[in-house]
């Protein structure tokens, strides 16, 4: 009964790299979001996605960040040329289909550019 | 804009009190309200979870109140422990878009012996 497991805990990257951040969501959910949330800040919304489908994406940069959620494995939030105002904790979280279900957290992925 | 607004930042209190945490939200049309617990370095965990209708929702010593006319939540939280140490996010679900989820900045509490 695993709940939302994202990997990896810490990541630390160059300026210019790439950045994948994974997300399983719980058994059974279908729904993910990722959200970022800098330091001393609030969670803010990301993207939204079901399985193959982006939902919405409104809160995400229109460059470098993309989202996808296959019919198989993960959902992965990908950051291209990574700047150093990407360092933030992503956190992704999922839900069933029920909007009145609360969405179960993972424990985040820690982005560190150097 | 859709905004939830959460007081006061910061709370410090003796282990064994109570303390109550506001929560005001200009999120419309409104879905729901959760209340969730972020410890240092954690994940967000759901505390409880209101729809319109409620006014009130109880979790262990965790008590939400639900005012929607006035669009305001608190968070009681009674005879503190040192566990209670954490931040405490509102969040409104906007039911005009989705399952979205608008976060207040949080109240980061300190349980002191």
């Known amino acids: 009964n695993a709940g939302v497991m994202q990997n990896p805990r810490h990541l630390v990257r160059r300026r210019g790299q790439e950045a994948r951040l994974r997300c399983s969501p719980m058994?059974?959910?279908?729904?993910v979001y990722w959200y970022r949330q800098l330091p001393e800040e609030g969670l803010k919304f990301m993207v939204y996605l079901q399985k193959e489908n982006i939902i919405d994406e409104s809160g995400m940069p229109k460059e470098r960040f993309s989202a996808e959620f296959p019919k198989e494995g993960p959902s992965i939030l990908r950051i291209q040329q990574v700047v150093r105002g990407d360092s933030a904790a992503y956190f992704c979280?999922?839900?069933?289909?029920?909007?009145?279900?609360?969405?179960?957290f993972g424990d985040g992925t820690r982005l560190s550019i150097l | 804009k859709n905004q939830v607004e959460q007081s006061p930042q910061s709370l410090i209190i003796l282990e064994g009190k109570n303390c109550t945490l506001q929560?005001?939200?200009?999120?419309?049309?409104?879905?729901?309200l959760r209340w969730y617990k972020q410890d240092t370095g954690r994940g967000p965990v759901s505390l409880t979870i209101m729809t319109f209708s409620e006014n009130t929702k109880s979790n262990g010593r965790y008590t939400a109140t639900l005012d929607a006319d006035t669009k305001q939540s608190s968070l009681h939280i009674t005879a503190s422990q040192l566990s209670d140490s954490a931040s405490y996010i509102c969040v409104v679900t906007h039911k005009a878009a989705g399952n979205k989820l608008t976060f207040g900045g949080g109240t980061r509490v300190l349980v002191k012996p």
């Open positions: 058994k059974g959910h279908s729904h």
């Open positions: 929560c005001n939200y200009t999120v419309s049309p409104f879905s729901n």
């Open positions: 979280a999922s839900s069933p289909s029920d909007s009145n279900q609360p969405q179960h």
